[in-house]
């Protein structure tokens, strides 16, 4: 938009003097000086799991921005700035490329085989060349579409401007890749666009989960989701889980997914890998420590 053009071309004339302005201007400058560099920003994961047994069952990629004078920048605070200020189409396309070359990596490792889950913005559904970009990198890094979900929040597909997203995600289904609905529960959305939009799962946030077991409302809600996920076929993630009687619940209640502090907070590539590599090879450890005693 001209908007847009106008405050791009004045950062660019009078960085100076917008920076003292502006603190938000700054963060947008060093952001994108953060992607011509690239070694700021990081992916971290984290990891979801059958709430009974604790399997793996899949794996979410979520940014980070290590700023240089500011410290650890969460992507609440960042992704809404790209998104304004026109650097969300970069941005998404640094994390697409990022997640796929790391699931290349781990198939190559112990690593338990799973999909990894991808944050997608409204922004590169809208714009963005998402379609080739996720082709592209299928081809490189020799990966299937099974292995690279999509996460869609409820607001993007219910975004006005976004106009029917149906189309645009039966493209994307139809190349293979698994769809889920982020935050489900949080927009206002009304049920009736479930049917409509071809997704295979979805996320019930985690504002649904905060007050299990004790509130009788978000129990009720928790419930008729599953049932209503389970009878369309869909299968449900549950976010923030952080307590035992919260996993408990979601147990009781059938859901074979959950995501949160509970089982792992979101940790950065090293950190996953010793948990994993380790935990998958339990046998492997047993016996390497029988041999050194
Ligand atoms: P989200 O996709 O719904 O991700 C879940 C958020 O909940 C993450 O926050 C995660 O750290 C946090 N979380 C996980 N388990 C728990 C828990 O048990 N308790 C609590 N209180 N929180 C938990 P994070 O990493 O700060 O990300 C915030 C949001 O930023 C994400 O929400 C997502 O919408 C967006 N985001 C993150 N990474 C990306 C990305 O690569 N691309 C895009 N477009 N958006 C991203
Ligand atoms: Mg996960
Ligand atoms: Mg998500
Ligand atoms: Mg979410």
């Known amino acids: 938009s001209a908007k847009r053009q106008g405050r791009n071309h004045s950062l660019r004339f009078r960085p100076a003097l917008d920076q003292q302005d502006n603190p938000q201007l700054a963060l947008v400058s060093d952001l994108r000086a953060a992607l011509v560099a690239g070694d700021q ?31 650890m920048i969460s992507p609440g605070d960042f992704i809404p700035l790209a998104e304004r200020h026109g650097l969300m189409a970069e941005l998404g396309s640094w994390v697409v490329e990022k997640a796929c070359a790391q699931q290349a990596h781990w198939q190559n490792t112990a690593m338990p085989d799973t999909t990894v889950w991808v944050n997608i913005s409204a922004l590169q559904l809208f714009q963005g060349d998402l379609e080739s970009q996720l082709a592209g990198c299928l ?16 607001s993007v597909l219910l975004d006005e401007r976004a106009g029917d997203m149906g189309p645009r995600l039966e493209t994307l289904r139809g190349l293979g890749f698994p769809l889920a609905i982020d935050d489900f529960g949080t927009g206002y959305s009304s049920l009736g666009y479930l049917k ?30 599953l049932a209503m996920a389970e009878g369309m076929g869909l299968s449900v993630v549950a976010e923030g889980v952080e307590t035992q009687v919260q996993r408990q619940f979601l147990i009781d209640a059938g859901c074979e997914s959950v995501q949160g502090f509970y089982f792992s907070r979101p940790l950065p590539v090293t950190e996953l890998e010793a948990r994993w590599l380790t935990e998958a090879q339990p046998q492997v450890e047993t016996a390497q420590m029988q041999q050194a005693m």
């Open 41 to 71: 920003l990081e992916l971290f994961y984290q990891s979801q799991h059958h709430p009974a047994t604790g399997a793996l069952t899949g794996m979410e990629a979520l940014i980070r921005w290590r700023h240089p004078r500011d410290g």
């Open 139 to 154: 081809k490189r890094y020799h990966l299937m579409p099974s292995q690279i979900g999509l996460e869609l929040t409820e």
């Open 196 to 225: 409509r939009l071809p997704v295979d799962k979805v996320k019930l946030d985690r504002a649904f989960i905060r007050e299990l077991p004790d509130s009788v409302a978000d129990a009720a809600i928790v419930k008729a989701v």
